[in-house]
């Protein structure tokens, strides 16, 4: 149940793009094609879930028995480069048909603000401060950045229906473009905001 609760949270109540209004550059940059918005949001699902899982064991293995947390947000930035270079090198090897597919969106996660913030939340919300089940709490990290990262995708995949009817429709001059993209982004948070005494 306790997941259940982490995954309406995270997908819809407190969606990481529409609530927290982290990764807003990618959502009106790549959200011109519904192809391209699933692009993204396939690779950052993939390095979200990765990056939560290592900078957690960075934090409570590393980072905190030194007591230098005060570094966490270099730890976590670092780590999140080199694994999304890593996670290149070893696609480009093992699959480059997946690699091929991800294209430019996997250099782009580097600077996604959506993966470090979530590694900062799963560390904030402190799942880990469960007392002796402490990497029992690892699962919930992760499920918890996967929803994240979920809610992220079904934001943007749907933003970018949204954007795909609007150059079919009729749009005042001064509106084309982004200053309709703003409006539908802002609508599109009202409805998600329809989910918040949901949990």
């Given amino acids: 149940m306790e997941y259940l609760i982490i995954i309406i949270s995270a997908v819809f109540v407190n969606n990481i793009l529409l609530s927290q209004f982290l990764g807003v550059c990618p959502f009106l940059g790549v959200s011109n094609k519904v192809s391209t918005a699933t692009g993204m949001s396939a690779a950052v699902c993939f390095v979200v879930a990765i990056a939560t899982l290592v900078s957690y064991l960075?934090?409570?293995?590393?980072?905190?028995?030194?007591?230098?947390?005060?570094m966490q947000t270099i730890s976590f930035i670092l780590v999140i480069a080199a694994l999304v270079q890593m996670v290149e090198i070893i696609l480009k090897k093992v699959s480059p048909a997946l690699y091929q597919a991800l294209g430019i969106f996997l250099p782009l996660i580097t600077t996604n603000c959506v993966v470090l913030g979530v590694a900062i939340n799963v560390v904030s919300k402190e799942f880990a401060f469960g007392g002796p089940a402490h990497m029992l709490n690892l699962g919930e990290s992760v499920v918890y950045a996967l929803s994240c990262a979920i809610g992220y995708g079904l934001a943007m995949i749907i933003f970018a229906g949204l954007r795909e009817q609007l150059d079919l429709a009729s749009v005042p001059k001064s509106f084309k473009g982004v200053p309709i993209a703003l409006i539908t982004a802002g609508i599109l948070a009202m409805a998600f905001m329809g989910f918040s005494g949901l949990v």
Avoid: E, G, R, S
């Avoid at 960075?58 to 005060?70: H, K, S």
């Fill in 58 to 70: 960075v934090q409570y293995y590393i980072l905190v028995p030194l007591d230098i947390t005060f």
